[in-house]
C-alpha cells in the first residue's frame, strides 16, 4: 500500500488562487488532481477556509471629520450630496460582494457535501472490494483443499489399480500352470486309450475280459472328464488362493495315479502288463518348485511329498542342489522305491 501525500494549507492556497485566477471553477477534486494527491479530507477543510477568507467584511463606517467652518456654509449642501450618493453606491457595492460571497459560500458547502458523498461512495466500494477478495481467497482455499482430496483419491486408484494389475497376473500364471496339467492328463489318457484299443483287437480269444476292460476304461474316461472340468473350474477361479490350486492340482493327480494303478491291475489280470508297462514321466512342474524353491517353503514340501520316484531322480541332478535340499529328496526316493 503506497504512503498517502502530505499537503498544506499554504499549498491547497496557492492551487486555489491559480484556478481561480484563471476562471477556472475550484472544487476538491480539481485541486487533488493539481496537487497529484494527497487526503480529501485536508483538502476540503483547507478549502472551505480559502474560501472563507475571500468573503468581505463590510467595515464600519469610518467617521466623518467635520468640515471647516469656513467652507461648511459653502460646500454643506454639495458635499452632503456628494457624501451621501457615495454612501449609497458603496453600501450597494458590498451587498452586491456580500451576496457573491453568501453564493460562494453556499457553493463551496455543495462542493464540500459532494466530497463526503463521493469519499462515501469510495469507502462504501473499498468494502465491496474487500468483501469480494475476501470471497475469493475462500475459493481460493477451497479449491485448493479440493484438489489435494482429489491427488489423494487419485493415489489410492492407482494403489487399488496395481493390485488388481499384480492379482491377475497371479491368476493368469496359475491359469497357466492348470492348463499344462490338464493336457499332460489328457496325453496320458490317450495313450492309455490307444494301447488297450490295440490290445483288444489283438486278443479275440479274451472278448469277455476285453468287455470288462472296455467298461473300466469307459468308466476311467468318464473320471477323467470330470478331472477335466474340475482342472476347468480351477481355472475360472483362477484368482484364488495359491495353495488352494495346489491343493487341487494334487488330488488330480492322486486321482491320475488312483486310475493308473486300477489300469495297472486290470491289465496285469487279463495279461497285458508289457504292452502297458512305461516309465514314469518327470512331473515338470514338481521339478521346478524342487529346484528353485526353499526347503521351508510350503510348495516344496508339498512338492517333495507328491513327486513320484522319476522326478526325485531329476532333481538329484541339478548339481547346484542345496546339501540340505537333496537330503530330503534321497530319503524321500528311497522311500518311494521301497514302497
Do not use: Y
Amino acid at each position: 500500500m503506497g504512503i498517502e501525500r502530505v499537503v498544506t494549507d499554504d499549498m491547497i492556497f496557492d492551487v486555489a488562487d491559480r484556478l481561480a485566477a484563471s476562471g477556472e471553477k475550484v472544487t476538491n477534486r480539481a485541486i487533488w488532481s493539481a496537487i497529484g494527491g494527497g487526503s480529501m479530507t485536508t483538502i476540503s477543510q483547507a478549502l472551505r477556509r480559502w474560501k472563507e477568507s475571500q468573503v468581505l467584511q463590510v467595515a464600519q463606517p469610518v467617521e466623518r471629520a467635520p468640515l471647516p467652518t469656513a467652507i461648511i456654509d459653502v460646500l454643506h449642501g454639495a458635499a452632503a450630496q456628494l457624501w451621501d450618493a457615495a454612501l449609497a453606491e458603496t453600501k450597494s457595492e458590498l451587498d452586491q460582494l456580500a451576496l457573491a460571497t453568501n453564493a460562494r459560500v453556499a457553493e463551496a458547502q455543495s462542493e464540500r457535501d459532494d466530497t463526503l458523498a463521493e469519499l462515501q461512495t469510495t469507502a462504501e466500494e473499498l468494502e465491496q472490494v474487500k468483501t469480494e477478495r475476501d470471497s475469493a481467497l475462500a475459493d481460493a482455499d477451497d479449491k485448493a483443499q479440493q484438489l489435494a482430496a482429489g491427488a489423494t483419491e487419485i493415489a489410492r486408484l492407482q494403489a487399488e489399480l496395481n493390485a488388481q494389475t499384480l492379482a491377475t497376473a497371479n491368476a493368469t500364471h496359475r491359469a497357466e500352470t492348470a492348463e499344462a496339467a490338464r493336457a499332460e492328463l489328457q496325453a496320458r489318457v490317450e495313450q492309455l486309450t490307444s494301447l488297450l484299443t490295440g490290445e483288444q483287437s489283438a486278443r479275440h480269444q479274451a472278448e469277455t475280459d476285453a468287455n470288462a476292460l472296455r467298461a473300466v476304461v469307459s468308466k476311467q474316461t468318464a473320471e477323467l472328464e470330470a478331472s477335466e472340468r474340475r482342472i476347468a473350474d480351477i481355472e475360472a477361479s483362477a484368482a484364488a488362493h495359491a495353495q488352494a490350486t495346489a491343493n487341487e492340482i494334487t488330488a488330480i493327480r492322486a486321482d491320475r495315479q488312483e486310475m493308473r494303478e486300477m489300469l495297472k491291475t486290470l491289465v496285469d489280470k487279463i495279461g497285458l502288463a508289457p504292452a502297458l508297462a512305461e516309465p514314469e514321466a518327470v512331473d515338470k512342474e514338481a521339478l521346478e518348485w524342487l529346484s528353485h524353491t526353499s526347503r521351508e517353503d510350503v510348495n516344496f514340501k508339498h512338492h517333495l511329498e507328491t513327486a513320484n520316484a522319476a522326478t526325485l531322480r531329476a532333481a538329484l541332478k541339478d548339481e547346484g542342489l542345496a546339501k540340505t535340499k537333496r537330503t530330503k529328496i534321497e530319503a524321500m526316493l528311497r522311500k518311494r522305491e521301497q514302497a
